[in-house]
């Protein structure tokens, strides 16, 4: 399995009655990521620094802090250069449009997947929405809520759990965008983070790191 193949086209192309455009854009095309959606790749290079300081690294933790404030989307490449290891490994960003003139679909359905240090497969941006049903103030569960849910999540998490056991990836990642997620994932199994930088993060409302163990 590649790490494309995790992406479930004929799951998603099932939820709907129109023709639907898939594009997937791979490690080759970084950059191109960096232009289309610069705070994904912020977040990669973000969390692979969290992680270097907090196992313990001889470094000042605010070495890279002008690239934090400026959220930097090829920080990764700085991290790269303080820890001599590739950040990047793998990459995969899927996403869907609609070919149907009546919604706007474009962040609905995309799925951001990247293979990284130390050795993790890290879900950067993951988003299963029907733009035909939009969620109304009184009814959103977090900010970013704006369409109900594809119920698509748990399938496309099976297909991790799968590429990370045949690869020898040892833990899935991610970062939530705000608290009122985290019961969302740790239905899944995920678990926050055990480190300083996460019990800030949740104190703070910040994004908060959480991981599951893959075995």
């Given amino acids: 399995m590649k790490l494309h193949d995790v992406f479930q086209k004929q799951s998603i192309t099932n939820k709907f009655d129109c023709n639907i ?8 095309s970084v950059l191109t990521i960096a232009e289309k959606d610069p705070n994904i790749l912020f977040e990669i290079g973000a969390q692979a620094w969290m992680l270097f300081v ?4 001889k470094v000042n933790p605010q070495k890279l802090a002008s690239d934090f404030d ?6 990764y490449q700085k991290v790269e ?16 449009l609609l070919d149907d003139p009546k919604v706007h679909s474009r962040g609905c359905i995309q799925l951001l997947l990247c293979r990284m240090y130390p050795n993790d497969l890290f879900i950067a941006d993951v988003a299963f929405y029907n733009p035909y049903k939009p969620v109304v103030s009184k009814d959103k569960k977090y900010d ?11 399938i496309h998490l099976d297909q991790i759990k799968q590429y990370c056991r045949a690869n020898k990836i040892s833990r899935i990642t991610l970062t939530t965008s705000s608290n009122e997620q985290i019961p969302y994932f740790e239905s899944h199994g995920f678990k926050i983070e055990n480190n300083t930088f996460a019990k ?3 104190e703070h409302g910040w994004s908060v790191p959480m991981y599951l163990t893959c075995t």
């Fill in 200 to 202: 800030s993060a949740f």
């Fill in 54 to 57: 907090e196992f313990g690294a």
């Fill in 70 to 75: 400026q959220r930097n989307p090829l920080i």
């Fill in 144 to 154: 970013l809520h704006h369409f109900r849910s594809l119920n698509l999540f748990g």
């Fill in 81 to 96: 250069k303080v820890i001599k290891r590739k950040v990047i490994q793998d990459l995969s960003f899927s996403y869907a």
């Fill in 21 to 28: 455009e898939f594009e997937q854009l791979g490690i080759e």
